[in-house]
């Protein structure tokens, strides 16, 4: 059984879907009418769907986020007119939790970058589920840097649990590495445009997310922990992971209304999975707009006014709601 609870709530709407596909099937072959039937049926499941996938809690946005079937960073770089993909950190490793390459968006040379989960389980263990080694991130931090040096816009796909936590990543530096990025992406003298296209975890995500533009999928996550690992820090309870949802203030919604990301991109009803190629070609479309409005202007403007986007960041309230603090 799945451990995805939007997996498991779709089960009966998959079912329904089947049936509903069967009868259309048979009523193109059958002397019997069964439009009628078939219109009731198909209202019936656009009622499920609103009911099922109308209005998500936080929790339930981090398991869409986790859907095995919402597009990947290869489903978006697949899309674009042209691929390069460049491998390795020039030090220990190539890490295929990261890919990242010279591309072409709408005929527009830019350097693409996105950590890439696995469909199944063999796909999986060779990308260590999306979770990059401390030679992933020196293969962004090197891409990053041959992009300004290129003059090419970078484009980053987010989409991580968290950076990889075993020992042999700590043994090789996994946080200097990840602080590498940082500053990597805070000097770059070229447009950064980063779209948190499923999970964005802790340091791992934000590690290709210091950006001029900040997107986000309507149902994507991103936050300093995972639900789990916040609870289990708070509380020593992971099974609390829900509320730590919903503390966390992870969704698109609060994150844009803290001015941390800068767009939205809307998903179908019942997640990004439901209309993958449609998804892509909007975000894609999104970034490209992205770009061409940054790109009017200076290197000087672009680090001038990225250094002010990220010193805004930061308020805190009372108990009583009021804003009582922010960073200038």
């Known amino acids: 059984m799945s451990n995805n609870l939007i997996v498991e709530r779709e089960k009966g709407l998959l079912e329904l879907e089947r049936r509903i596909a069967e009868l259309r099937s048979a009523n193109a072959t059958q ?35 986790r859907h095995p079937n919402r597009p990947t960073s290869l489903d978006y770089i697949s899309r674009f007119d042209r ?11 190539d890490d295929p939790s990261i890919v990242g390459g010279l591309a072409l968006l709408h005929g527009r040379p830019v350097m693409a970058i996105g950590q890439q989960r696995g469909r199944d389980t063999k796909e999986n263990l060779r990308r260590n589920f999306g979770m990059p080694a401390p030679e992933g991130y020196r293969k962004v931090r090197r ?48 447009p950064i445009v980063a779209t948190v296209i499923g999970e964005g975890g802790s ?57 941390i990301i800068d767009e939205i991109v809307p998903e179908p009803l019942g997640g990004a999975h439901r209309d993958g190629s449609g998804i892509v070609t909007r975000v894609l479309t999104e970034v490209d707009a992205a770009i061409a409005r940054l790109t009017a202007r200076s290197p000087e403007e672009l680090l001038e006014d990225r250094y002010r986007k990220y010193r805004r960041l930061g308020a805190w309230q009372t108990t009583q709601g009021e804003v009582v603090g922010q960073s200038t």
């Open 203 to 259: 340091g791992g995500a934000l590690a290709l997310a210091i950006a001029d533009h900040v997107i986000m999928l309507e149902h994507s996550t991103y936050s300093v922990a995972s639900p789990e690992g916040c609870a289990a820090i708070l509380w020593s309870d992971a099974t609390k992971a829900e509320e730590a949802a919903a503390r966390l203030k992870l969704t698109a919604q609060d994150l844009q209304r803290f001015g």
């Open 83 to 93: 691929f390069d993909e460049l491998h390795g950190d020039r030090q220990y490793r």
């Open 143 to 190: 891409l990053a840097h041959l992009a300004s040096r290129l003059g090419l816009p970078i484009v980053t796909l987010v989409d991580t649990k968290g950076a990889d936590p075993g020992i042999s990543s700590e043994e090789h530096a996994q946080s200097e590495a990840i602080a590498a990025c940082l500053h990597e992406f805070t000097k770059a003298r070229v």
């Open 31 to 65: 002397p019997v009418d069964m439009s009628s039937e078939i219109a009731a049926l198909e209202q019936k499941y656009r009622q499920i769907l609103q009911e099922v996938f109308g209005s998500l809690t936080p929790w339930e946005k981090v398991h869409m986020a």
